[in-house]
Structure formats: structure tokens, C-alpha cells
């Protein structure tokens, strides 16, 4: 995937240069775009349809981002202006959006149920929404006028290969359209399934859900950031607290401090993401969270709240291995194996 994504990076700066190009290989430059375009939303929806929940989704993620802005890869490029928050957009990438909007709206739509599925208190999957919405907070109003017009001019009900057919695809790109049996064979992998409007009610409920998740997350992660503090604070040892002052640090102690300071980028992460999605969607953050605010103080006063970690939170795997060391033996005191504790001279012998 990450070869992959070099790949892209690379396509997008090889058509890029195709107006400073005059020799013969502008041909190509300018066909390699839609060389490109014709086969990444399915392989992409087909990836994301399969991959594991767990953090290696990153890759396919930036995978998809790469491959979505094509603005980021030209020559002679501004590097101070592309690590921006907002960069411009400029008027001919509109062009690439609207002819590839399902990969921008579609497979948006798709992972969001994904996120809801995840832990959002954990910082490596709170970073993936982060990195998802950063990327769609400029774009986000040129992509709500596209299926804006889409709509109006279809009446909706578009499957994804009408739209992917669609006529506004312009004369620019026609000329430089693949072969026709690629294109067939491209199109005949795409399921026949309705459009899902990227700002319609059904994503729109999707959102209000996913923006509850993330503050009970960063309640969680909160919570979380304060338990691993005391438990540093306890067990560091007045050695280590000389070492501390002097600027340094205990070996022992460094692994967990690395830990806790993973976790406090966890809440960093969330309260972006939460100012992202309600301009983008219209909904107040305190509208989402409200009635979510009397299960704080209950959170904060019980940090072993099991109740709302399955009521309102996913159980995850970090979690089930966490309540493996609470789990007690109930049967026949007389038919527990010898523990690692015990003296097991002694329990033979009384036995």
C-alpha cells in the first residue's frame, strides 16, 4: 500500500507537468490522469471494504488522500503554503473533482461507519478522523455545490456507475479517456448501488452519532490521561524525582511517560474533529454532546465505569484484555491449580 501510494504521488506530478511539457510525452501526461482515475475507486472501495479495524487502516487512508489531491503534487511547489491548514484549491483541480466525485463523497460515506466502530479514545485511530476531515475541510463546500447540481439535474437516485458515466466528464478528459475496453471493464466492477449523498439525512445522522462517539472518546481519553498520571506519580521514587529536576529521566518510567503522552494527543485530535464536522454538517457541538454532559461527573467520580464503557463506548479488544485480570475463580476451591504465589511443597502436602 505504502509503494502504492508513491505510485500515485508519482502519476499526479507525471500529468501535472503536462503544461510545461511541449514534447511528445505531453500525450501521455495528459492521459495519465484518466489512465488513473479508471480503476482507483473500485480498487479503493474494495480495500476499505475488507481492511481490519485496527491502525494499519492509516496507510490506505493516506492512500486515498494522495490520491484525492492532486493540487499537493507540482513542481515547484510552495512547501510553507502546503503545510497549511487551508490551501487554495486551484479552479482546474475542480474540474478533476467533478469527474471524480463518487471517490470523494462515496468512500467518504463508507468510513464513516468504520470510525464508528473504533475506539476513538485510542490516539492512532482518533489521528485517522483527524487526518480524513483535515483533508475535507477545504473541499467541502466545491463538493457539496457538485452534488448539489447533481442532484438537481438527475432528481437523485443515481447509481454509482450513472454517476461514475456521468456527462460532465468534459471534452478535456474524453480526449484523453483510456482504451474503451479498460473503461468497460473498469465500470463492470462497480456495483450497481444507489448514490449516497455525501451531505444527505442518512450521513447527516451518521455524523451527529460519530460527533457523540468522539466526546464520550475524549471523556475516556481524559479520564484515562489522569489515572496514568497518578499511577506515574506514585510510582516514581525520590531518586527519580532528582532526576526529573535535572532534566532527566528514568528508563523504567520512560516507556509508560511515552504512553501517557501518546494518550494526551487523543483529545487534541477529537476536539479538532468536532469543530470540523459541525460547520461542514450544520449541527452545534453542544447540541451533540448535550446529553452526554451528567454521565461526565459520573465518569470522573468512578474511573472503572464498566457500564459506560459498554453502553456507550465499543468493546474492543484493549478492552477485554483489560478484564482479564479481574476475572475470579467461583467453582471448588479444592480444584484450582497451584498458584504461582503459593508454595507448591505445601499445597501438595496439606492437600
Request: charged share 20%; aromatic share 10%; net charge neutral.
Amino acid at each position: 500500500i505504502r509503494v502504492l501510494r508513491i505510485l500515485v504521488k508519482q502519476m499526479h506530478y507525471f500529468g501535472n507537468a503536462s503544461e510545461l511539457d511541449n514534447s511528445s510525452l505531453s500525450v501521455l501526461r495528459h492521459q495519465s490522469q484518466a489512465l488513473l482515475n479508471a480503476r482507483m475507486y473500485s480498487w479503493l472501495k474494495s480495500i476499505i471494504a475488507r481492511w481490519p479495524l485496527d491502525s494499519s487502516f492509516l496507510n490506505v487512508l493516506e492512500l486515498w488522500l494522495s490520491y484525492i489531491q492532486p493540487w499537493r503534487y507540482i513542481f515547484n511547489r510552495n512547501v510553507q503554503n502546503l503545510n497549511a491548514d487551508l490551501v487554495n484549491i486551484p479552479d482546474k483541480y475542480k474540474t478533476f473533482m467533478n469527474e471524480n466525485l463518487v471517490s470523494f463523497t462515496q468512500l467518504f460515506v463508507r468510513n464513516i461507519p468504520r470510525f464508528l466502530k473504533m475506539d476513538l479514545s485510542v490516539s492512532k485511530n482518533s489521528y485517522m478522523l483527524y487526518r480524513m476531515l483535515k483533508v475535507f475541510r477545504q473541499p467541502s463546500d466545491i463538493l457539496r455545490e457538485l452534488e448539489r447540481s447533481l442532484m438537481n439535474t438527475t432528481g437523485g437516485g443515481r447509481s454509482v456507475q450513472e454517476v461514475t458515466r456521468s456527462p460532465h466528464q468534459n471534452s478535456s478528459l474524453n480526449r484523453s479517456s483510456p482504451h474503451p475496453m479498460q473503461r468497460h471493464q473498469s465500470m463492470s466492477s462497480l456495483e450497481d448501488s444507489a448514490y449516497i449523498c455525501m451531505f444527505g439525512e442518512e450521513v447527516q445522522s451518521q455524523i451527529y452519532e460519530l460527533m457523540q462517539r468522539a466526546f464520550l472518546a475524549k471523556m475516556k481519553a481524559n479520564q484515562e490521561v489522569v489515572g496514568m498520571e497518578k499511577q506515574l506519580n506514585q510510582n516514581i521514587s525520590l531518586w527519580e524525582r532528582i532526576l526529573q529536576i535535572v532534566g532527566w529521566i528514568s528508563s523504567l518510567n520512560f516507556s509508560f511517560s511515552q504512553a501517557l503522552e501518546e494518550k494526551k494527543k487523543a483529545p487534541v485530535y477529537l476536539d479538532f474533529c468536532m469543530n470540523i464536522l459541525s460547520p461542514m454538517y450544520n449541527i452545534p457541538v453542544e447540541d451533540a454532546t448535550q446529553e452526554f454532559t451528567n454521565h461526565e461527573t459520573a465518569m470522573a467520580e468512578n474511573s472503572d465505569n464498566e457500564s459506560m464503557n459498554s453502553d456507550y463506548l465499543n468493546i474492543t479488544p484493549s478492552y477485554i484484555k483489560s478484564q482479564l485480570n479481574k476475572i475470579k475463580y467461583t467453582g471448588d476451591p479444592a480444584l484450582i491449580p497451584i498458584m504461582d504465589c503459593e508454595v507448591k511443597f505445601l499445597v501438595r502436602f496439606f492437600y
